[in-house]
């Protein structure tokens, strides 16, 4: 019975963890109008069915050797189930559970809890006197046999311990059993300084991003002082001073200032030198040339025009 509830358990929580996924929704197609076609029919026979099932089982484990001591016992006529099983609790009390299941009435169960019945030591006779025996010869007690465990009872142990440990797991899985938390060691505190320094400081004035920030701060030991300033939006220079100790915490002074205008200085008057003077060169008048008087020449002599006559020609055809 046990094992069956553990079973039971184990799909539950697979069910719930999503390891077993539920069947799909089957839609059925749509209705096909067609001639009807007249068809036999023919029922298939059930098989082995039994309409009054009837067992009865039941076993009985008492392990001096282990202490395992547990028994079950189950009888079914019909629809009417009647058993009953037992096992002893962690705190030594032995539980019995008798319960019968039916379709008119269900399943019900009565538990009992009492003691474990202690075996009463015989009544020893007392005599008058005693007997004087001699004493007995000295045997050494054999070693006691070790049995090896049936091998129908070590499968039923693993598969019911196997069983267990995936409904744990399955369990864990689903979040019904939250896991236990994991214990991190603490990481070893490496150069540990009692009395630490430091100072730092940096100061930016970009011109050409208008970025302007600044910052420093000095520590001794618990004791930390320190400013930074910058400039808000609305264009105040913004400066936080601070201090923090273990006795007044920490503590902050703000001060919004405009900010400096630079003043811009007129440059000096350049001082020109006055043009020197050029002076002025005379140049002498152009020296007159005497050019010789022109050749003169005769006139050409006259030429005597000659006339000539011309000859009387006559021709005869």
Known sequence: MAFKFVVFATLLAHALAG???GAPL???AGPVYSAPIAKAV???PAEDYDPNPQYSYGYDIQDGLTGDS??????RSGDVVQGSYSLVDPDGLRRTVEYTADPVHGFNAVVRREPLAVKAAPAIAKVAAPVAYAAPAHYAQPAPLAYAAGPTRLRTEMAFRFVALVACLSCVSA???????????PKAVEDYDPNP??????????????????QSETRNGDVVQGSYSLVDPDGLRRTVDYTADPVNGFNAVVRREPLAVK???????VAYAAAPQIARVSYAAAPSVAYPTPIGYSAA????KIAYSSPAVSYHI
């Open 301 to 304: 002599p006259a030429v005597a």
């Open 197 to 214: 320094q430091y100072s730092y400081g940096y100061d930016i004035q970009d011109s050409l991003t208008g970025d302007s920030k600044s």
């Open 42 to 44: 023919v029922a298939a």
């Open 26 to 28: 089957a839609y059925a």
């Open 19 to 21: 390891v077993i996924p």
């Open 263 to 269: 003043v811009a200085h007129a440059p000096a008057p």
């Open 175 to 185: 979040g019904i059993l939250q896991a236990a938390p994991l214990a991190i060691a």
């Open 70 to 75: 547990k028994s079950h016992s189950e009888t």
